[in-house]
């Protein structure tokens, strides 16, 4: 037990804290919403990159997919009342997981490089599709936000999309890292590691490679889902394609979770705290080049800490007795 | 122990092995010959199910396993050294063997083994906290062969193990093996380009040229053939 709990202090404190600077003052709210997203989908690639050191550029796909499984629930079943939130949500784990399992079995077959360029072409593609055969509104999208008033009258509507889908991502990273630890100290974390590590040597131990990567795929794929609809959807009351499939995503989480350290748990944390900060209040100080002081900050930051920012402090606080907090 | 049957395989579109034929007897090390590329490690990927086979029969034990997966070879004995090691260079020793019991069977067994592993291989045990990436060649050798007894196998593979040793080191891989199959009754095939070292330790012996093989028999048997003189040893 632990083993469990332990690791989620540091997770749970900081969690804490900047729930608590959220609410401190009206205006903060935002900025913190905002580096919020980037932590929860830090964590949520993390299961996948993190744990098998597989990087995929198609990744944003399945924040779309979440996104419109919480937007086809509102425009095909409104007559739900409240629990047509919750029909959006299971509706954007079956859509991600779904994919993630169709293009899993077919891609997770490649290694390394091919992997990645496989996958980017499975997002760049389904957008086209959705744009093209006008799938789900085709490239005008889906827009939830007169029925949203319609089911639940417009204060309620509101603060769904000014509060409760800001609290669904805290929630929904908090599982993600809860799962994360679990997963870590589990007989499937041991065989991630091998497969991450050296995955022929993994196989010939006996680890059924091919089944754990797609476990870590689907899994990953539910929690962009989740993030997408509730992130995407609740929040802004509309899916747009271009918005949703756009490849900046993929590359912010990557970026993320190698900025934090891959493969650990407090990592993605720390780096969607780094990174959704210095995005954040780099476009309130010097507005339309945030992009170009970032990307030669994360440079900077990835040249010192080659193995992320919470990689080195573990590997610091090695054989002390931080050393059970920290993973 | 294992009969392979007209063994064909390759990558993609190219054939490398064209109808292997390999018999391995229970208890002995049976050893695979032949220059670069012939398709010796070919042969050990196709067995360890690594390598999918276009065609033809792999038995083990009396069993048909020509298209299950590795993990499922794992689970009744079988295992492999890879060529190279593949060691987990960041982790301990210790860790490093304990990865090696992943399978269910073997996890049970995990302190019984680390035991035998830690009798046959004492400087494994000095260096139990040591990273593998850390250790000599010869160190690195015996911590793959170690992390490949804890999945419990009752027949190995071995790639090359004496690759980039120093020949000293080279004897005192081979009488590890000896001592694998004299202690521990274990099945070995080994695939080696150290002529001399292979036909010393092995009990009978395949050679294969371009996919195919070209000549079997005993050791001592095919020392004095010319051909094999000629080829492999220069005299």
């Known amino acids: 037990m632990r083993r469990y709990v332990r690791p989620m202090i540091p997770v749970i404190i900081l969690y804490l804290t900047l729930l608590l600077v959220g609410l401190s003052s009206e205006s903060r709210w935002q900025p913190v919403a905002f580096i919020m997203f980037y932590i929860a989908l830090g964590q949520a690639l993390n299961m996948f990159l993190g744990m098998t050191g597989y990087v995929d550029f198609g990744y944003v796909a399945f924040l779309a997919l979440g996104s419109y499984g919480m937007a086809l629930a509102f425009s095909s079943f409104s007559s739900l009342g409240l629990w047509v939130i919750l029909l959006g949500f299971v509706l954007a784990i079956i859509m991600s997981s779904l994919l993630s399992l169709a293009v899993g079995a ?151 979770v190698m900025l934090g350290g891959a493969g650990t748990l407090t990592g993605p944390i720390m780096g969607g705290l780094i990174y959704g900060f210095l995005r954040y209040y780099l476009s309130t100080v010097l507005p339309g080049f945030q992009l170009l002081v970032v990307a030669p900050l994360l440079v900077l930051i990835v040249t010192i800490f080659p193995e992320g920012v919470m990689g080195y402090v573990k590997r610091k606080v090695r054989n002390t007795r931080f050393e059970k907090y920290i993973i | 122990m294992l009969k392979v049957e007209k063994l064909e395989t390759g990558y993609s579109s190219m054939q490398v092995l064209w109808g292997i034929d390999i018999q391995v007897e229970k208890k002995s090390i049976t050893t695979i010959m032949g220059p670069n590329g012939a398709g010796k490690t070919t042969t050990l990927r196709a067995i360890m199910g690594m390598l999918k086979p276009w065609s033809g029969k792999i038995m083990y034990d009396g069993k048909d396993v020509t298209d299950l997966p590795p993990h499922s070879k794992v689970d009744m004995g ?101 001592k694998l199959r004299e202690e521990l009754g274990i099945t070995i095939l080994l695939v080696e380009q150290n002529v001399m070292a292979s036909l010393k330790a092995g009990d009978y012996t395949y050679i294969i040229e371009n996919g195919r093989v070209v000549s079997h028999g005993e050791p001592s048997r095919l020392i004095d053939l010319k051909e094999v003189r000629k080829a492999y040893l220069g005299i």
């Open chain 2, 78 to 178: 079988m295992t492999m050294v890879l060529e190279g090691r593949h060691l987990f260079g960041n982790m301990s020793v210790r860790e490093n063997l304990m990865m090696g019991a992943y399978s269910e069977k073997a996890k049970e067994k995990m302190e019984d083994s680390l035991e035998i592993v830690y009798s046959l291989f004492p400087i494994l045990k000095e260096r139990e906290e040591q990273k593998a990436g850390t250790l000599s060649g010869g160190q690195q050798q015996m911590l793959a062969i170690a992390r490949a007894l804890m999945a419990r196998p009752e027949f190995i593979m071995l790639d090359e193990p004496s690759q980039g040793l120093a020949p000293i080191v080279v004897d005192q891989v081979m009488d590890t093996l000896k």
């Open chain 1, 106 to 256: 077919i891609a997770l077959r490649l290694r390394g490089a091919y992997f990645a360029i496989a996958t980017i072409g499975v997002n760049e593609g389904f957008r086209y599709l959705v744009e093209g055969v006008r799938l789900w509104g085709g490239s005008e999208g889906i827009i939830i936000s007169s029925t949203m008033k319609d089911i639940f009258g417009s204060d309620l509507s509101n603060y769904i999309s000014t509060f409760v889908a800001d609290i669904m991502v805290f929630v929904i990273g908090f599982i993600a890292a809860f799962l994360t630890v679990y997963i870590i100290n589990s007989r499937i974390g041991y065989a991630l590691m091998a497969v991450r590590e050296d995955e022929d040597a993994a196989r010939v131990m006996g680890v059924f490679a091919t089944k754990y990567k797609i476990m870590a795929f689907a899994m990953s794929a539910i929690f962009a889902g989740l993030i997408g609809a509730s992130a995407w959807t609740l929040k802004l009351t509309y899916v747009f394609p271009e918005d949703v499939f756009n490849i900046t995503y993929t590359v912010e989480a990557i970026a993320i």
